[in-house]
C-alpha cells in the first residue's frame, strides 16, 4: 500500500482492500480510502485550481466513494472510477468557488509568502509560475498533464482513466505538452533555456 509521489502502486494488501471493500467490508473500506486519499489529495490540489479547497474536495470524494462503493463491479475500475469522482467533485467545488467570489465579506484565502532561503524561493517561485500555467490551460489539457507527465502513469492507464481511446489520449499529451512548454518559455520557467 505504498504511494510513490502521487501515483499509486498496487500492492498485494491494496488489491485486497479492493476486493474487501468492494464486498461491503468496512475494514477494507477504511484502508483503501487510506491508501488512496494522497493520490486523491494530489490530484484536488493539481487539478482544483486556486478558489478550490483541495482537502475539502478530497473528504467530499472520499464521502462519495464511502456511500458509493457498491456500484463499483469489479477491483480494475475502481482507479477510472475514483478518478471521474474526482473530476466531477473538483468541477462543483469551481462552480462553488466561482459563486462564493460574488458574495460580500467571503475572502479567499491566499497563501502566504514567507521569507526563505534564496533556493527555497526559487523552487517556490518555479512552482507557483507551473502551477499558473496548469491553471490557465484547459481541463483536458490539464488532466492529461498531471497523469501522464506529473504523475508518470502509463498512457493505457491514463486513457482509461479519462475514458478515451489510447490514440487520442497521446494526441491530447501532445497538444497539451506543447502548449506548456510555450506558456513556460513565455514566463521563464526554464532559466538558461534548460526545457525538457
Not at 475572502?107 to 509560475?129: I, M
Amino acid at each position: 500500500m505504498a504511494a510513490y509521489g502521487w501515483v499509486m502502486q498496487l500492492t498485494p494488501e491494496l488489491q485486497r482492500h479492493t476486493a474487501g471493500a468492494l464486498r461491503g467490508e468496512r475494514e477494507d473500506l477504511d484502508g483503501l480510502i487510506g491508501a488512496w486519499l494522497p493520490v486523491v489529495l494530489g490530484w484536488c490540489s493539481r487539478l482544483g485550481g486556486p478558489r478550490v479547497d483541495a482537502e475539502d474536495a478530497a473528504h467530499d470524494v472520499m464521502m462519495v466513494v464511502a456511500r458509493r462503493i457498491g456500484t463499483v463491479f469489479a477491483a480494475e475500475q475502481f482507479p477510472a472510477w475514483l478518478f471521474a469522482i474526482t473530476r466531477r467533485t473538483l468541477a462543483r467545488h469551481r462552480r462553488r468557488a466561482f459563486v462564493a467570489r460574488w458574495i460580500p465579506g467571503l475572502s479567499v484565502d491566499a497563501a502566504d509568502p514567507a521569507a526563505s532561503p534564496v533556493r527555497l524561493y526559487a523552487v517556490a517561485e518555479t512552482n507557483r509560475r507551473v502551477q499558473e500555467i496548469l491553471e490557465n490551460m484547459n481541463e483536458q489539457d490539464r488532466e492529461v498533464l498531471v497523469l501522464a507527465l506529473l504523475e508518470d502513469r502509463p498512457d493505457t492507464e491514463v486513457a482509461a482513466m479519462l475514458e478515451i481511446p489510447l490514440g487520442t489520449m497521446k494526441s491530447r499529451l501532445r497538444r497539451a505538452r506543447d502548449r506548456f512548454l510555450k506558456q513556460a518559455r513565455a514566463k521563464n520557467v526554464f532559466p538558461g533555456g534548460d526545457a525538457p
